[in-house]
């Protein structure tokens, strides 16, 4: 059978049919082709709060072809792509209508598959029409896609507004390897069985070829989500069949290009945000948090447990800032807008409480930051605080590591939730619920010895430097070009 390779190292456009593995002219090498809800202009400027971008963004090279929403709102969702080339990079882009916007985007993607996959189901809010024209725009992006594949593309779709994508390609008749790659966290059937379609997203799913998570737990929460609700019997490489295809649950764990993020923030210290800051701190040690503003992200409960820090551990009144920069997402969405109201409420309590006359001890902005500043502030702060409720992998938590400086390194504290934990063992762990378990650590990354900061962080940035966003990519498409073709 002709297998498609994939040679490691080479540019991931180059792909060579058979045995023989000498690069193939880029004419006739298959391309990747990669689905996401939103695709960025190549002229867009301005800071990206959002892990997909981000982690994309260090990925995508010469010869991809980048497809999905224009970040454009229409009278009606366009049914053909525009496409811009730039630096090699293919973009294809379509318009989404306004009324399929608010039900898919707002309505299904963002009010019920969100809260669901971060376990809180309390949150969730379901309604048909909304699942309907979740369904709709999958299929509008499939039309506008199909005219642009070549028989040999390999298709990666990425997250989970894109769930039935692959379904309605393969309806259209597209037999390509499809792979799919879920960012955020899965849940055991338990939780999944909340959602009305849970067998149909399921099955759309398993019209894929290779399926990706960040963690082994969400790996096994798919396997036994398809046992429960697709009935289907996986093995132990996780394989299985489904409507006469072999699908494949696999672990690709998402990373930062470290190297380039380390180089950013040794550079970002000489900036003038990074010396504003810096005056604005004087001797006092810097605690950071950087999120998107989304109720994921525990930031009540990080406010709480920094309030437990003053009150319990005294010493480190005045001699301390917490600054958690929060940016904006998803103001349309009702919980959204509570989460920012509820964090107000929070910020105004503790600065209350604990502030004087020359200090304010919590420092909370909802506007985003450049990337090149947040690499200071990463650099400068000597803790690190990620701390969400759930989370699928958290790029900030490398980010921070990637920052540091190896001579005086600070203290990453990791929520037990976040995917990243499973790799960063050697932060100080915590239960985010618990606000003075947090506390503790915070107190205790804030007296941290400097052999034990440093033996901490080389330990963590050999990780870091071990999963990058390259890495990610090449296992992942590894997977896929390897997958039987039917
Ligand atoms: P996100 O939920 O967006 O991503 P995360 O992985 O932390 O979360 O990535 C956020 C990115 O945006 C980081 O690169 C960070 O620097 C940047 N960012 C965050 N807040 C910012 C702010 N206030 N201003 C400017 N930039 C900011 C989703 C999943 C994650 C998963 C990623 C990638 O929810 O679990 O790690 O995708 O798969």
Not at 318 to 338: D, P, T
Request: charged share 25%; net charge neutral.
């Amino acid at each position: 059978m002709n297998q498609l390779v994939m040679k490691k190292g080479l540019p991931r456009n180059q792909y060579v049919y058979g045995r023989a593995l000498t690069p193939v002219s880029l004419k006739t090498a298959p391309r990747t082709v990669i689905v996401s809800n939103r695709v960025p202009s190549p002229n867009e400027k301005g800071p990206t709060a959002g892990g997909l971008a981000v982690a994309l963004a260090d990925a995508i090279t010469d010869g991809t072809v980048w497809f999905g929403w224009s970040g454009k709102r229409a009278a009606e969702t366009s049914n053909s792509a525009d496409i811009v080339t730039a630096d090699g990079v293919t973009y294809a882009t379509i318009d989404i209508g306004e009324r399929d916007y608010t039900r898919f985007y707002n309505g299904f993607a963002n009010g019920a598959l969100w809260p669901l996959f971060h376990f809180r189901s309390g949150l969730l809010l379901y309604s048909r029409p909304d699942y309907e024209a979740y369904r709709a725009v999958n299929k509008a992006f499939a039309k506008a896609l199909f005219p642009l594949l070549k028989p040999d593309d390999l298709i990666w779709i990425h997250d989970y507004q894109l769930l039935t994508l692959a379904a309605e390609l393969r309806e259209l008749g597209v037999v390509n390897r499809i792979g799919f790659f879920m960012h955020i966290p899965f849940v055991p059937p338990a939780m999944l069985a909340v959602l009305p379609p849970a067998a149909e997203l399921l099955a759309g799913m398993s019209t894929c070829d290779v399926i990706g998570f960040q963690t082994e737990g969400d790996r096994v929460s798919f396997l036994e989500c398809a046992k429960t609700f697709l009935h289907v019997k996986p093995d132990d490489a996780g394989r299985f069949a489904f409507r006469e295809r072999q699908v494949k649950a696999v672990l690709t764990p998402i990373g930062i290009d470290a190297d380039k993020f380390t180089a950013l923030a040794e550079r970002a210290e000489l900036t003038g945000d990074a010396k504003r800051l810096n005056e604005s701190l004087g001797e006092r040690a810097l605690v950071l948090g950087v999120d998107r503003l989304d109720y994921s992200k525990g930031l009540p409960q990080r406010f709480d447990a920094f309030g437990r820090l003053l009150y319990c551990f005294p010493q480190h009144l005045r001699k301390v800032a917490f600054l958690q920069i929060a940016a904006r997402s998803r103001q349309e969405v009702g919980s959204y807008q509570a989460l920012r109201r509820e964090l107000d409420r929070r910020a105004g309590d503790i600065n209350g409480e604990f502030s004087d006359f020359d200090w304010v001890p919590l420092r909370y902005m909802t506007h985003p930051v450049k990337r090149n500043a947040i690499a200071g502030f990463y650099r400068r702060a000597r803790v690190g605080l990620v701390t969400p409720l759930r989370d699928g992998m958290n790029l900030v938590a490398k980010e921070y590591v990637a920052a540091q400086d190896p001579a005086n390194p600070g203290v990453l504290i990791l929520s037990r939730f976040a995917g990243a934990a499973d790799e960063l063992t050697e932060a100080l762990i915590v239960n985010p619920f618990d606000a003075d378990e947090v506390a503790e650590s915070i107190h205790l990354a804030l007296t941290m010895e400097l052999p034990e900061r440093k033996s901490r962080h080389d330990s963590l940035l050999a990780k870091v430097r071990h999963t990058t966003a390259r890495k990610f990519c090449e296992d992942f498409l590894d997977y896929l070009a390897n997958a039987e073709k039917v």
